[in-house]
């Protein structure tokens, strides 16, 4: 990197599901732009392991406990003093219909995405403000634009996440605390998650450079890259707008 400043030098970043798939990507940019990353996972393995390969911190964080949270906000700002961006990307998918979906589910999917979102951003805020400001970024996905019958209770958590976004950029400007907040539309990702519900568990199929024909799935890093833009200055005007990253999916006849 020589002499160059990375595009997010001197801030502290904690990324939910930082495990696998997008957030793992979004760690290892992150990183390598100069941030300080917290890496979370409900599993702490994986992410020691992704820590451990980037110089981050990994920490153990299931995103649907609200106690969790505030012992993870509490740890972060006695080790590091601040918080400057805030990734809420963990997710989990069951592919069921309307229908077939069970209320159980629905609440498990909801819980994770929809109520870990909510509390993320909650009891993020605080620190955020004490830290001169920051940057959130929403993980939510074309299934809040488009109407899929397989992923209703995703679905519906990421349409959740998506408004949620849009009042809480209002209310840090309202507040006048320097804080965007923006939301991110993957559409298909190479990622285990993608993988699964595409009936190929574990096989991970290569993504070739270049711009990619209609149809095919993006990586991990087409995603991360939208992530480091808004976690970094460059995004500074910026807020409550929602970045769809789907190669055209959304626009398409």
């Known amino acids: ?14 990324v939910t599901g930082g495990g ?15 941030a300080t990353v917290i890496v979370t996972d409900v599993k702490l393995e994986p992410a020691q392991a992704v820590a451990d390969a980037i110089g ?6 299931d995103v ?23 990734v ?3 997710g989990v998918v069951i592919v069921a219909d309307c229908e077939q979906t069970t209320l159980e589910q629905f609440r498990w999917v909801n819980g994770i995405m929809s109520e870990g979102v909510f509390l993320g951003c909650k009891h993020a805020i605080p620190l955020m403000v004490k830290s001169g400001g920051g940057s959130i970024i929403n993980m939510s996905s074309t299934g809040a634009l488009l109407g899929y019958p397989v992923f209703f209770a995703y679905s519906a958590a990421k349409g959740a996440v998506r408004s949620m976004t849009k009042s809480i950029a209002v209310m840090c400007q309202e507040k006048g605390y320097k804080i965007r907040c923006n939301s991110v539309h993957p559409g298909a990702i190479e990622t285990p998650m993608v993988q699964d519900a595409s009936g190929r568990p574990g096989v991970e199929q290569p993504v070739p450079a270049g711009v990619l024909p209609p149809g095919s799935n993006g990586a991990p890093a087409d995603v991360a890259a939208m992530v480091l833009y808004l976690a970094s200055d460059e995004s500074r005007f910026v807020t409550g707008a ?3 990253v789907d190669n055209g999916l959304t626009i398409r006849p």
């Open 64 to 86: 649907a406990s609200e106690q969790a949270w505030i012992d993870a906000i509490a740890a972060i700002e006695a080790r590091f003093g601040r918080l400057d961006i805030l």
């Open 1 to 14: 990197m020589g002499n160059r400043m990375g595009r997010v030098e001197g801030k502290v970043a904690l």
């Open 20 to 34: 696998s798939g997008l957030g793992k990507a979004d760690c290892e940019l992150l990183a390598a732009e100069g």
């Open 242 to 244: 929602e970045f769809v």
């Open 88 to 90: 809420n990307n963990a």
């Open 56 to 61: 981050g911190t990994a920490m153990a964080l």
